[in-house]
C-alpha cells in the first residue's frame, strides 16, 4: 500500500511563506491532494495537481510535483494566522481504491 | 456543490449504548462513500467503503460487527457503532464521491463527529 510522510509541525512568522513537504511512496495516484484541518472540524480540499503537472498555483496556494523523487509540496505565500491548521498530503490507493494520508503538518502562524 | 453533511457533530454516549453517525451528500449522489477514523494528534485511517445497495469493504483490524455501515440510498450512508465502549472514542470523518465521478478524482469530507463514550 501507499506510504506517505510527513513532517509533524511548521512555524512561521505572519506575512512570510510557508513550504509543507510531503513524500511518497507509490507514483500511480493521478491526483495528489492537499487538505486543510481545523481544530475539531473535518476536512476541507485546499487544492490537487494532477499527476503529469510539475506545478500549479491557485491565488496564495502553490502545488510543486517532483515525481521523481516522489515529493510533493505545498507552498502558501503571505501566511495568514487564519492559515494555522494541520495540512495533510493525500494520495489515491489504487490497491484500496481510497485515499491514503500523510501523518499531517501541524502549521503555527505567530504574529 | 459536493457538500457532504455530518450529523451529528458531536456525541457523548454511555458505555455499551450504540451510537448513529450519518453522512449525506447534499447536493449530488454519492455511490460511494468512505469512513475514516481520527485519533488525537494523528492521521486518517481508513475504516471502510461503502457502496451504495451493497455490503461494505472493511479495512483490515476493522471490526464489522462492531462497525455496522449502511448504504441504502445515493445520498445516505450511516455509520453504527453498537455497544461502544471508551477505547472507540474518537473523531470519525465521511467522504462521498459522485455517481460517475472518476475512481481517484477528489473527495469532499464532511465536518466529522467526535464520540466520546464514557
Known amino acids: 500500500g501507499e506510504d506517505v510522510e510527513q513532517s509533524l509541525f511548521l512555524s512561521v512568522r505572519e506575512g512570510d511563506s510557508s513550504v509543507i513537504n510531503c513524500t511518497y511512496t507509490?507514483?500511480?495516484?493521478?491526483?495528489l491532494y492537499w487538505y486543510k484541518q481545523e481544530p475539531g472540524a473535518g476536512l476541507q480540499l485546499l487544492t490537487y495537481i494532477f499527476s503529469n503537472m510539475d506545478m500549479k498555483q491557485d491565488q496564495r496556494l502553490t502545488v510543486l510535483l517532483n515525481k521523481k523523487d516522489k515529493h510533493l509540496s505545498l507552498r502558501i505565500a503571505d501566511t495568514q494566522t487564519g492559515d494555522s491548521a494541520i495540512y495533510f498530503c493525500a494520495l489515491w490507493d489504487t490497491g484500496r481504491r481510497a485515499l491514503t494520508f500523510g501523518s499531517g503538518t501541524r502549521l503555527q502562524v505567530q504574529p | 456543490g459536493a457538500v457532504v453533511s455530518q450529523h451529528p457533530s458531536r456525541v457523548i454516549c454511555k458505555s455499551g449504548t450504540s451510537v448513529k453517525i450519518e453522512c449525506r451528500s447534499l447536493d449530488f449522489q454519492a455511490t460511494t462513500m468512505f469512513w475514516y477514523r481520527q485519533f488525537p494528534k494523528q492521521s486518517l485511517m481508513l475504516m471502510a467503503t461503502?457502496?451504495?445497495?451493497?455490503?461494505?469493504?472493511?479495512e483490515q483490524g476493522v471490526e464489522k460487527d462492531k462497525f455496522l455501515i449502511n448504504h441504502a440510498s445515493l445520498t445516505l450512508s450511516t455509520l453504527t457503532v453498537t455497544s461502544a465502549h471508551p477505547e472507540d472514542s474518537s473523531f470519525y470523518i465521511c467522504?462521498?464521491?459522485?455517481?460517475?465521478?472518476?475512481?481517484?478524482?477528489?473527495?469532499?469530507f464532511g465536518n466529522g463527529t467526535r464520540l466520546t463514550v464514557t
Open positions: 461503502s457502496n451504495e445497495g451493497s455490503k461494505a469493504t472493511y
Open positions: 467522504s462521498a464521491r459522485g455517481t460517475g465521478a472518476e475512481d481517484n478524482s477528489p473527495l469532499h
Open positions: 507509490d507514483s500511480s495516484s493521478t491526483y
